[in-house]
Every structure is written in C-alpha cells, then in structure tokens.
C-alpha cells in the first residue's frame, strides 16, 4: 500500500512524541552545559589561587635580598584576579577580586542589588557565609585552627543597595563552593528585579 501526503493520527502522535523528548533532551543539554561552565569557571578559579600562593611560597623560599625580589615578593601578595560573574545572557552582575586569602565582590555599576531581595539573606548569607563562619568557631573552640584564620565577611551597604562583600580568611576548598554560591546569588536576584521592572 503506497502512502499519500498526509500522516496517519498514529503517525501525528509518534511525531508529537519525538519532538516532546528531544525538546526536554534540550533542556537536559542546556542545564548540563551551564553545570559544566560554572564548574570551568570554578576550577579556573582554583588555578589562579593555587599559582598566585605557589609564587609566593616560592618568593618566600628564595630569601633574596636585593630591593627589586622585596618589591615583586610584595606585589604577588597583593596582587587580585578579577573574574567576571555574569548573568546567562553574558550581562554583567558583578567582578570578583581573589588575593591570597580573600574575596571581594563588587556588583557591576548598572546594577542595584537589594539585600532584602531573595535568595540574598535566606541562602548565601545564612545557609553560606554564615554556616562556614560557625564551622571554623567551633573549629577555633576545639583548638583545631588558630582563631585569626576563622572565615569572616563583611557587607558594605548603602540603605539596603549592596556595595561589596569582602570574604576573609577563605581556603582552596572553598573558593569554588563561594564563586558559585554568589554568582547564583546574584543571578537570582537579578531575575527577580528584572520582573518587577
């Protein structure tokens, strides 16, 4: 029996059903893409950290003492990587500055980011910063680390607008966890002020 132009209602339905899969296949890929970026970003992170405190370890070692090691030796301690932290659509939110022990967040200066807006205060604040602030007191308590090596943050605010968080005291381990508890932070509440506008 040769088949005309037109599909059978089964055809229609097999046809209906195959683009219903690979259309939520799409969005299995989209999200997995979006993992594995931030995962990129996280580890790039990590390298930067590592070879900013391998040089200076290695300046540190070297005991130079001529005035031009003394002036690089200073400079690779104060020295900041910048990482953009920027929404799905590539806009900017924020720069993140990583130094030898801390972080600092500054929001790009086109965004206004209230701290009231959540996940703000509910996540990254509360189930974050302040988890880990609590983890290395009890730590500090116990007499497992030294207590000016405990994490510690600071927000810088004008009214309720965010201005910069500064994170001390900060390890390798948890670099990757805070770049990405703050780059999605921010990209939620940015999704939340968009909506209102």
Not at 40 to 63: C, P
Not at 127 to 153: H, I, N
Request: cysteine-free; glycine content about 4%; aromatic content about 6%.
């Amino acid at each position: 029996m040769v088949k005309g132009p037109f599909m059978s209602i089964e055809e229609k339905k097999d046809s209906a059903e195959k683009i219903k899969r690979l259309a939520e296949f799409k969005a299995i890929l989209e999200k997995k893409i979006q993992a594995e970026t931030l995962n990129l970003e996280g580890l790039k992170t990590l390298l930067e950290f590592v070879d900013s405190m391998l040089l200076e370890r290695g300046f540190q070692r070297a005991k130079f003492s001529k005035v031009r090691n003394k002036k690089e030796r200073a400079a690779s301690t104060t020295s900041r990587a910048v990482f953009p932290l920027k929404s799905l659509s590539g806009e900017l939110l924020a720069n993140l500055h990583v130094s030898q022990n801390s972080m600092k967040i500054t929001p790009a200066k086109d965004k206004m980011f209230n701290v009231k807006t959540p996940p703000f205060q509910q996540f990254l604040i509360e189930r974050v910063l302040s988890k880990m602030q609590e983890k290395d007191s009890k730590a500090s308590q116990k007499g497992e680390m030294e207590a000016d090596k405990t994490l510690s943050y600071e927000l810088s605010l004008e009214g309720d607008i965010l201005q910069e968080i500064i994170v001390k005291n900060i390890t390798a381990e948890r670099l990757r966890e805070l770049k990405s508890s703050v780059h999605w932070t921010l990209e939620k509440m940015y999704e939340k002020t968009k909506n209102r506008r």
